[in-house]
């Protein structure tokens, strides 16, 4: 980042930094294993049974952020070859309404290829593990997986559950999973032995006000360094990072997104150091709340409860 750059574009910079964390280095450790040994396998000419990851967390986490992540910058991965046309991770967010039949049509489009003509559900999904072959795909994410039990009766949700396992048990070509949600898709991975069994689960966990305070003050340094703001003492104190914590309802993600709002504001202020005037104006800003309402100002900030005030903006 340099002083010549726009507002927009500083903010814009900082956007794309990705903070890492425990679980995302999970995650990174175990989806970097299951590839290299699904290679392995391919290149002995052995067919196994794929074994799959499960992402869980609260909303603003940073699930979809981390599978992101992962997906675009684990060395070695092809994600696009116009020539061999292989696609070793194909990624897509569940589609509404989930029917077994919808959920195949748009995991044919993810894989590049549009149905023309209306099938039923199971010559789809035959469809769908033909094309995961002719593209060599390793990995199929989902994102958004809860929504795959949402509005299911037991049986459908059975029948995605044993489609699911049929893409693991592929005896030509399996398929890993990679599944992305909110604590609902622990229903689906527990609704079946067979599947909890073959799924790794990896959880975000929520913040802890003390046990993070020292992640968040690291976190604020690196963002506040990359915006050439340098952090004024009162908002290096382990109270403050306790109020940002709750700020952003102890989510990752929502209070990276916080910490980038602040420095936005301090810009704009043309201000040097990052302060807490600057969280208070943002939160007041984002929530459009009173005072009282604010947790940078408010004395018992415990009890407010920030994911509500940030939801009702819908801006989160
Ligand atoms: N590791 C990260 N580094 C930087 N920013 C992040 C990171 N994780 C999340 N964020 C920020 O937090 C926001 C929310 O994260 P994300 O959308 O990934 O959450 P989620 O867990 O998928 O939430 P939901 O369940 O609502 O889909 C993102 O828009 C991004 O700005
Ligand atoms: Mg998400």
Not at 74 to 91: E, I, Q, T
Request: net charge negative; hydrophobic share 45%.
């Amino acid at each position: 980042m340099t002083d010549s750059m726009t507002i927009p574009q500083r903010v814009l910079a900082l956007r794309s930094i990705f903070a890492g964390n425990h679980a995302y280095r999970t995650l990174e450790e175990r989806f970097g294993y299951l590839l290299e040994r699904r290679r392995t396998e391919i290149d002995a000419g052995i067919v196994a049974e794929a074994r799959s990851i499960a992402l869980i967390g609260n909303s603003g986490g940073g699930k979809t952020t981390a599978a992101r992540h992962l997906i675009t910058s684990h060395p070695g991965l092809v994600l696009h070859d116009p020539v061999s046309s292989r696609m070793d991770v194909a990624s897509l967010p569940v589609p509404t309404p989930a029917t077994l039949k919808f959920v195949g049509q748009t995991t044919l489009a993810a894989l590049g290829f549009q149905l023309q003509r209306d099938r039923t559900a199971q010559t789809i999904w035959d469809m769908v593990k033909d094309h995961l072959q002719a593209r060599r795909t390793l990995f199929l994410h989902y994102d958004e997986a809860q929504d795959l039990a949402a509005h299911q009766t037991p049986k459908e949700l059975t029948s995605v559950v044993n489609t699911l396992k049929s893409l693991m048990q592929h005896p030509v070509w399996p398929v890993g999973l990679i599944l992305t949600g909110t604590i609902e898709l622990k229903t689906i991975i527990n609704h079946d032995a067979q599947l909890a069994r073959r799924v790794y689960p990896v959880e975000f966990p929520q913040l802890d006000l003390a046990f993070d305070a020292d992640r968040v003050q690291r976190l604020l340094h690196l963002y506040a360094d990359r915006a050439l703001l340098t952090v004024a003492e009162e908002v290096g104190t382990p109270e403050f990072a306790a109020r940002l914590i709750h700020a952003g309802a102890r989510e990752f993600g929502l209070l990276i997104e916080l910490v980038i709002a602040a420095l936005e504001e301090a810009m704009m202020g043309n201000a040097d150091a990052l302060r807490i005037q600057h969280f208070t104006a943002m939160f007041r800003k984002r929530a459009g709340c009173i005072d009282g309402l604010n947790p940078f100002v408010a004395e018992d900030f415990e009890r407010i409860e920030s994911r509500r005030l940030l939801d009702q903006e819908g801006d989160t």
